[in-house]
């Protein structure tokens, strides 16, 4: 046998259909039944073999290739259950405004960006939040910053910056006076335009007012869509992701994604929902029905994302009751129930899978309705899918396990979020229905996890540190917020492994480590699931094999 020492050696296996086993660390299965396993054994892109190193030298031979784990861990392949393929690689050619921690920072940064511009070009960013600023901007209309001291910062250039959420943004004088926004500009029903006490629009548009400056920022070309796809798997890979579930994707995303995996550039796998807001597209696609398993499973689009409301930051979730922060403010819909109960009713029938963003208490009710009225006399194991799930009220959560709708949270959502979510909803509602998940697995309902990259980074150990400790990643509460809400480490690791392949109608081929199914890993530098709480976040991916080829090995 031919010994590769992960990560020692740097080197990795051939990618023939060579038969190679793997040893030499804590290997976690997500599987019951046995949970741990000594060794695996893999031919071509496919398991063989699971269980102990003795047992495992029958389906080796002097051709089998090792690959020596050196005390590293191994899991099955991690699967980032919500994220936005696109814009995570859109994120990473335009400003990243995530880690700034005041408004003036973000004027400064934004003012450099512009000094290095040519005048009237466009200065696009995102990661901006307002509640995490310390100090917060002087004058603040309805809970955001007003856009003067940006717009004194960029005289020749258009400015516009999306909130860390995407559910909001802003621009500057001159990127209004483009779009030809006054004081005269309306945005009603699903979307705001926000003004000060003299009707003037304060730089900030709500959710899909957004559209008002977005349309004239110029597209990106083909060359930099192709570089941003490129660049967004690199990212997965580097971060142990081997399947990524993209939340809504158009014609030119879909296209593009079909080319790269035409070259053979697809490293991870991608599992796509359509953009539901495109009825036309969902109409296209009914006529001829979910692909599935595209190129040696590479990609598979079998579902439809749609989007019930915004965002508590942005404060366009949609409530019950009035935002604690902004009296007589309960948030907003996005989409009609009605056009939501058509579309999901044309899915079901079209053997698509429905997933809707929901955060506030209203649209989850809203939504998990719907899916009661869809699924009411017929087959339960649609797996229907709420995306967020932030805020229920005590009444549906039971609803989830029940009607067996899946609920796709992010983990890290509560460690960024918390610290001043209570200022959006109060001690009673955070106390009672925000991120929980402990209620929500305990009532019956399977829960899968990821980071809404690029609202969060793609980082999976934040998200399941946040599920088993309940801190900011500052380490803060001690105890954690809510502490009786925590998951252990085994549910944890199921709601990036087993139940996220649930979620997709995929746990046939993907999910845990067993004989049959994907040779799909991720190697981790030290053991999640034993490593003292305080050191967990210093977990860094070691590999990423997707298929039985390792697509990432971090430099020693």
């Known amino acids: 046998m031919r010994l590769i020492c992960l990560l020692v050696l740097g080197i990795v296996t051939t990618g023939t259909n060579a038969n190679t086993l793997?040893?030499?660390?804590?290997?976690?299965?997500?599987?019951?039944?046995?949970?741990?396993?000594e060794a695996v054994v893999y031919d071509g892109d496919r398991i063989t073999f699971v269980g102990g190193?003795?047992?495992?030298?029958?389906?080796?031979?002097?051709?089998?290739?090792?690959?020596?784990?050196?005390?590293?861990?191994?899991?099955?392949?991690?699967?980032?259950?919500?994220?936005?393929?696109?814009?995570?690689?859109?994120?990473?050619q335009r400003l990243d405004l995530s880690d700034a921690t005041s408004w003036d920072e973000v004027v400064a940064r934004v003012a450099a960006a512009a000094s290095k511009a040519a005048p009237g070009e466009w200065i696009t960013g995102r990661g901006w939040h307002q509640s995490k600023w310390t100090p917060q901007p002087a004058k603040m209309v309805k809970g955001f910053q007003v856009h003067d001291k940006l717009s004194a910062a960029t005289p020749d250039n258009p400015v516009y910056l999306v909130h860390a959420s995407g559910h909001a943004a802003l621009a500057n004088s001159v990127a209004m006076q483009t779009a030809g926004i006054n004081a005269e500009t309306e945005f009603t029903g699903d979307g705001e335009v926000?003004?000060?006490?003299?009707?003037?629009?304060t730089g900030i548009f709500n959710e899909r007012a957004q559209e008002l400056i977005a349309k004239h920022v110029p597209p990106p070309s083909e060359k930099q869509a192709?570089?941003?796809?490129?660049?967004?798997?690199?990212?997965?890979?580097?971060?142990?992701?081997?399947?990524?579930?993209?939340?809504?994707?158009?014609?030119?995303?879909?296209?593009?994604?079909?080319?790269?995996?035409?070259?053979?550039?697809?490293?991870?796998?991608?599992?796509?929902?359509?953009?539901?807001?495109?009825?036309?597209?969902?109409?296209?696609?009914?006529?001829?029905?979910?692909?599935?398993?595209?190129?040696?499973?590479?990609?598979?689009?079998?579902?439809?994302?749609?989007?019930?409301?915004?965002?508590?930051?942005?404060?366009?979730?949609?409530?019950?009751?009035?935002?604690?922060?902004?009296?007589?403010?309960?948030?907003?819909?996005?989409?009609?129930?009605?056009?939501?109960?058509?579309?999901?009713?044309a899915a079901f029938q079209h053997n698509f899978q429905v997933c809707v963003h929901a955060i506030g208490d209203r649209a989850n009710r809203e939504v998990l309705?719907?899916?009661?009225?869809?699924?009411?006399?017929?087959?339960?194991?649609?797996?229907?899918?709420?995306?967020?799930?932030?805020?229920?009220?005590?009444?549906?959560?039971?609803?989830?396990?029940?009607?067996?709708?899946?609920?796709?949270?992010?983990?890290?959502?509560?460690?960024?979020d918390r610290p001043w979510a209570i200022d959006r909803l109060g001690k009673q509602r955070i106390e009672q229905g925000a991120y929980v998940w402990r209620?929500?697995?305990?009532?019956?309902?399977?829960l899968i996890n990821g980071t809404d990259v690029p609202v969060e980074p793609i980082n999976p150990i934040a998200s399941f540190y946040a599920l088993v400790t309940r801190k900011t990643l500052a380490g803060e509460p001690p105890g954690g917020y809510e502490p009786s809400q925590k998951?252990?480490?085994?549910?944890a690791l199921a709601s990036y492994t087993r139940h996220a392949a649930y979620g997709a109608f995929e746990e046939h081929i993907k999910g845990s480590i067993e004989a049959g199914k994907l040779a799909d890993f991720t190697v981790f530098d030290q053991d999640i699931m034993q490593v003292d709480e305080d050191k967990l976040l210093e977990t860094r991916v070691a590999a990423t094999i997707v298929g039985g080829k390792v697509i990432y090995r971090r430099a020693p």
């Open 226 to 345: 192709r570089e941003a796809l490129a660049l967004a798997l690199g990212e997965m890979a580097s971060n142990g992701i081997t399947t990524f579930q993209d939340a809504g994707s158009g014609r030119q995303e879909i296209a593009l994604i079909k080319q790269f995996l035409k070259e053979g550039k697809l490293t991870s796998r991608l599992w796509v929902m359509l953009a539901g807001w495109d009825e036309n597209l969902l109409l296209d696609w009914y006529r001829t029905g979910p692909e599935i398993g595209l190129g040696d499973n590479r990609l598979t689009i079998r579902a439809i994302k749609l989007i019930a409301d915004g965002a508590l930051g942005s404060r366009g979730a949609w409530l019950l009751e009035p935002y604690a922060d902004r009296p007589g403010h309960v948030g907003l819909p996005t989409m009609t129930p009605e056009y939501m109960q058509r579309v999901s009713e």
């Open 194 to 201: 926000i003004k000060d006490e003299h009707s003037q629009p």
């Open 369 to 416: 309705d719907i899916f009661e009225r869809v699924q009411s006399g017929r087959d339960q194991g649609v797996r229907f899918r709420v995306e967020h799930a932030q805020h229920l009220s005590p009444a549906d959560i039971p609803r989830f396990g029940k009607l067996g709708v899946i609920a796709s949270m992010q983990g890290v959502h509560l460690s960024s």
């Open 22 to 37: 793997v040893t030499g660390g804590p290997i976690y299965t997500s599987v019951s039944e046995m949970p741990t396993a």
């Open 439 to 446: 209620k929500l697995v305990d009532s019956g309902a399977i």
């Open 53 to 92: 190193l003795k047992a495992a030298q029958r389906f080796t031979d002097d051709k089998t290739e090792v690959i020596d784990l050196a005390g590293k861990t191994m899991t099955a392949g991690f699967i980032e259950s919500h994220g936005h393929i696109m814009g995570l690689g859109f994120s990473m």
């Open 487 to 491: 998951l252990t480490r085994e549910e």
